[in-house]
């Protein structure tokens, strides 16, 4: 390749490379030094003013991020094992025509509709309340952390169930078939045979379940307004009613890392893998 | 490892349905595998030799009909509660497990201790002449390994039944016949109930102790070896078995025996030989190493002698091989002979080596 071609190259990605510099890695770089810095100097302040105020929403946002990713995989592994190893054809049928429908909708249309759905009065109480499973005294509301969590797994389950589907059905059969031949129930071909040989693909289906739940703003909002809550809306909340982008910056940075620390897992277990084969 | 053969399973099939989808692929077959027995089954493409080993395993469910192993129907059972134990076309070897753990896993399921898993698959790993492999990665390993370790998970867990789905396909021509004797060695010590699916007639007929043919959802033929070869049951067993070469003919029985006619040329059997032939048009079948060819006005004895005109030659190494026009077919023949192109000559056919049906079954087999 000569000089000239190596030029046109540049000119050619130049408009994709100056959006990804203008409206990605100016901001971040904006805000990396708008946490670390003030009136111009080094600083660590508005990181312990984050600890110091936030370190609940911190834990708080973790355990529902990894409680959440955690149900979706068995919700997605339930569904997509139906999928590739179910033999009443009415109800894969079924499953198959139904489970993607929420990936149609936008989280913050998922949180109305949870909204409406788990509050005390919500149409799940009224349900139970109807067919005299409960008390109308005894309902009560799952507007919470249950309702946060509900959400995001109902939202992002059938994106892990529709890759793992995918990777499920393009393992070959016959592999599953040997187990069963071999008389393994359908539970443990599932578990010990089809799974294990995809489980790169579940990882990156997670992994990306993972940032996103972290980056919501919406549902934490709507399904569950009062204290802890999570850090996207704790940012908001800086920005909105104080103008404190230090403090909104530092705790950018701390989401940052933690989904961060999630992509460093999955990068490790596929180089051990790597390594393996 | 036992060494001593333990004796397989009897299986009767009665009456056995099977559609996918709506559209009917076994048309009621009936058919018994003894204790010990090794079977070929063997046709073409979609003639459903595959469904009825994969409806045996329980993959395909049976519509109608009865599947009874041991005394027991196991037609409704699902695949795990069989016993029989699978080799697939693709070696279907788990990636993510050790050479140890696929062997294993069958033993793994029964509750075998860790230590006695690990003896039984050192033992099969010896008889496979894989000794040591314990600890390598199946993905690590050649074709022809591959399939070892894939009879040896089959095998494992001692199975009175083996179910072999057209295991050597995939292996190129030196492992594959290497594995034929293996594997019928191993059966033979073994004294398992093997029934094989294949599309290879060679393959068929050196490993197994009868064969069934099967056409279009039925059985057309079951029989030894020889049998088959040599006395196809009809004009599809007989095209299928390799007897490629058609000649129509005319049959005239009379009280001094049969005569066969072809375009110009007539043959007579002694009385009493033609007994079983089909009166009236006929067609024959014959392979191309039965014919040879002779000067055309040789004297014809006890052979049809067909006159002939040489359309083609080629050398495929040891003999000519020749593409004649006779009786307005075209047919092929080989002969140690070189003759030149457009020559006349005659077409000699031994009569006991024509396989003759009617012409109303001649459509079939096409």
Known sequence: ?277 | MRNEAHSGASIAVRDLHVAYGGTRVLHGVSIDFTPGSFTALLGSSGCGKTTLLRSLSGFVPVESGSIIVGGQDVAALPPEKRGMAMVFQSYALWPHMSVLQNIGYGLKLRGVPKAQIAAKVAAMLSMLGLAGYEDRKVTALSGGQRQRVALGRALAIDPGILLLDEPLSNLDAKIRMVMRHEIRAIQQRLGLTAIHVTHDREEAMTMADRLVIMQAGTIAQVGTPEEVYDRPASAFVANFMGAENILPLRVARSEAGASLTTGDATAHLAPGSGQALPAGEAVAYFRDDVARLDASDAAAGADLLVPARIAARAYPGGVYRYRVEAAGCQITVDDADRHELGTTIGLRIPLQRLHIFPASEAGIAA
């Open chain 1, 1 to 277: 390749m000569n000089l000239s071609q190596r030029h046109l190259g540049l000119i050619l990605i130049a408009p994709g490379l100056m959006l990804v510099a203008a409206l990605f890695l100016y901001p971040l770089g904006f805000s990396l030094v708008s946490a670390f810095s003030k009136d111009g100097s080094f600083t660590l302040e508005w990181f312990s003013k984050a600890f110091e105020l936030y370190s609940t929403d911190i834990v708080f946002t973790v355990v529902i991020v990894v409680a959440s990713c955690a149900l979706t995989a068995l919700a997605a592994i339930i569904i997509a094992g139906t999928l590739t190893l179910g033999e009443n054809r009415y109800i894969v049928g079924t499953l198959r025509a139904l489970y993607r429908w929420p990936l149609f909708i936008p989280f913050i249309v998922a949180a109305q509709c949870m909204r409406t759905f788990l509050a005390k009065n919500g149409l799940m109480n009224n349900t139970f309340v109807s067919m005299g499973l409960i008390e109308p005294l005894q309902a009560v509301s799952f507007l919470d952390w249950r309702g946060i969590i509900a959400t995001f797994v109902w939202k992002q389950t059938p994106f892990v169930a529709l890759l793992l589907a995918g990777a499920l059905a393009s393992i070959d059969r016959a592999t599953l078939e040997a187990g069963r031949n071999l008389g393994a129930s359908r539970v443990r071909v599932l578990f010990e045979l089809a799974l294990p040989q995809v489980m790169p693909t579940l990882m990156v289906a997670l992994v990306l379940s993972f940032v996103t739940m972290l980056s919501v703003l919406s549902v934490p909002m709507m399904v569950s307004g009062s204290q802890p809550t999570m850090l996207t809306v704790d940012m908001a909340f800086r920005i909105n009613a104080y103008g404190d982008y230090a403090t909104a910056n530092a705790l950018g940075v701390i989401t940052y890392l933690i989904s961060a620390g999630a992509a460093i897992l999955y990068l490790k277990r596929g180089l051990s893998e790597g390594a393996a084969r």
